[in-house]
Nanobody, 119 residues
Framework: VQLQASGGGLVQAGGSLRLSCAASGRTHSGIAVGWFRQAPGKEREFVAL?????YYADSVKGRFTISRDNAKNTVYLQMNSLKPEDTAVYYCAADPTAEYYSDYGYRYWGQGTLVTVSS
């Protein structure tokens, strides 16, 4: 499975962005896909995951929405009400073999896409 993340950019606080994670290769509609982020000088952290349900980190709950378009093999992360602390490189990952909120067990990773939120 290959993952391609896109959609990052520069946005002002309060603005919105939509990230995309396009999957190719031996994928299937039920595969769990998650988003993680890593801010400068910090560890990578869980943001959201979609499988048969959606799960969110407390820090983004109510502002971010994860969804998928199975026909396009693409998972989206709609980010609203962005804050400067959301600034990070965002990664999509698929097929967790351990706890979904841990980046340890994900089998497949996309390259990161940078999100910068200015104050």
């Amino acid at each position: 499975v290959q993952l391609q993340a896109s959609g990052g950019g520069l946005v002002q606080a309060g603005g919105s962005l939509r990230l995309s994670c396009a999957a190719s290769g031996r994928t299937h509609s039920g595969i769990a896909v998650g988003w993680f982020r890593q801010a400068p000088g910090k560890e990578r952290e869980f943001v959201a995951l979609i499988s048969w349900s959606a799960y969110y980190a407390d820090s983004v709950k109510g502002r971010f929405t994860i969804s998928r378009d199975n026909a396009k093999n693409t998972v989206y992360l709609q980010m609203n009400s962005l804050k400067p602390e959301d600034t990070a490189v965002y990664y999509c990952a698929a097929d967790p073999t351990a706890e979904y909120y841990s980046d340890y067990g994900y089998r497949y990773w996309g390259q990161g896409t940078l999100v910068t939120v200015s104050s």
